[in-house]
């Protein structure tokens, strides 16, 4: 079994940042691609960042390009979410999720493709 436990969430004025860690372990990915995805109240969980399994390919959200990098460390099972400029829209729990039934080799941005799901951060922004 997998697990991908994410981290760095918080209480933050908008304008702020904060830095959104997953550390995934259990059994060996085969180069598994992965993304950030968040859910607000009342709305659908929604696509944020991906990234794939070398780091050569990325891909953002039209909301977050710009503001937000999503960067990953193989030799830590780690991938990163850094969040600048931050926004009261912005807030929501945030997921880290893993891609194992399809090639590592690109940024999915489709949710249906995200096998293995963390249980989700709470990052709240403050106007």
């Known amino acids: 079994q997998v697990q991908l436990v994410e981290s760095g969430g918080g209480l933050v004025q908008a304008g702020g940042s904060l830095r959104l860690s997953c550390a995934a372990s259990?059994?060996?990915?085969?180069?598994?691609?992965m993304g950030w995805f968040r859910q607000a109240p009342g709305k659908e969980r929604e696509f944020v960042a991906a990234i794939s399994w070398s780091g050569g390919r990325t891909d953002y959200a039209d909301s977050v390009k710009g503001r937000f990098t999503i960067s990953r460390d193989n030799a830590k099972n780690t991938v990163i979410l850094q969040m600048n400029s931050l926004k009261p829209e912005d807030t929501a729990v945030y997921y880290c999720?893993?891609?194992?039934?399809?090639?590592?080799?690109?940024?999915?941005?489709?949710?249906?493709?995200?096998?293995?799901w963390g249980q989700g951060t709470q990052v709240t922004v403050s106007s």
């Open positions: 999720a893993a891609v194992s039934k399809y090639i590592g080799s690109y940024a999915y941005t489709d949710m249906g493709k995200y096998d293995y």
């Open positions: 259990g059994r060996a990915f085969t180069r598994p691609a």
